[in-house]
T-cell receptor, first 118, second 115 residues
Framework: GAGVSQSPSNKVTEKGKDVELRCDPISGHTALYWYRQSLGQGLEFLIYFQGNSAPDKSGLPSDRFSAERTGGSVSTLTIQRTQQEDSAVYLC????????????????FGPGTRLTVL | AQSVAQPEDQVNVAEGNPLTVKCTYSVSGNPYLFWYVQYPNRGLQFLLKYITGDNLVKGSYGFEAEFNKSQTSFHLKKPSALVSDSALYFCAVRDWGGSQGNLIFGKGTKLSVKP
């Protein structure tokens, strides 16, 4: 079946511009995760959605970052006034999470969006 | 706090030889452990996971991992390496301490398999 998809695959933007990254999870997966992969920081967790709700936004690196999820499906990660340090690969993952907290379900990742801020 | 360590930045193996990629963890509670592989310009691909039960877990592409509770390790292994196994490998632990279940990753180990 279809996996997690992300768009765009590559985004080059100028410092100070806003960008929007999209994630389409596997159908039926209730949990959605955003991660960021950069050379200096490795893989870091940004935000988690259970359904449309994000219970904790403290993983977002600054208040320029926001995310939403609608209809329990597609999620968008928005970065306002982009800075060069935002350059990274943004990865989205989804998992079934039928058992809620302490779930052992596997997270499946999309191909990522490579963001370059000039 | 949960953490994962991959002590080797790079592992070099000759094709046909066995390979081991090391991972150690520190968790409170049950260790839900995962291995992912990343090929160039691709996302992370799930290989295998340990939740409970048999300490030897078998996964995709002939990979397996051995969970060792006393050594807090979860090393990835393959009996006979292929050139196509060359990639970046990440060990991860599921963190339910903050009730979000996000993965905490090691820094990754680059595996290079030479013909």
């Amino acid at each position: 079946g279809a996996g997690v998809s992300q768009s765009p695959s590559n985004k080059v933007t100028e410092k100070g511009k806003d960008v929007e990254l999209r994630c389409d999870p596997i159908s039926g997966h209730t949990a959605l995760y955003w991660y960021r992969q950069s050379l200096g920081q490795g893989l870091e967790f940004l935000i988690y959605f259970q359904g449309n709700s994000a219970p904790d936004k403290s993983g977002l690196p600054s208040d320029r970052f926001s995310a939403e999820r609608t209809g329990g499906s597609v999620s968008t990660l928005t970065i306002q006034r982009t800075q060069q340090e935002d350059s990274a690969v943004y990865l989205c993952a989804s998992s079934l999470e039928t058992s809620g907290g302490d779930s052992t379900d596997t997270q499946y990742f999309g191909p990522g969006t490579r963001l370059t801020v000039l | 706090a949960q953490s994962v360590a991959q002590p080797e930045d790079q592992v070099n193996v000759a094709e046909g030889n066995p390979l081991t990629v090391k991972c150690t963890y520190s968790v409170s509670g049950n260790p839900y452990l995962f291995w992912y592989v990343q090929y160039p310009n691709r996302g992370l691909q799930f290989l295998l996971k340990y939740i409970t039960g048999d300490n030897l877990v078998k996964g995709s592409y002939g990979f397996e991992a051995e969970f060792n509770k006393s050594q807090t390790s979860f090393h990835l292994k393959k009996p006979s390496a292929l050139v196509s196994d060359s990639a970046l490998y990440f060990c991860a632990v599921r963190d339910w301490g903050g009730s979000q279940g996000n993965l905490i990753f090691g820094k990754g180990t680059k595996l290079s398999v030479k013909p």
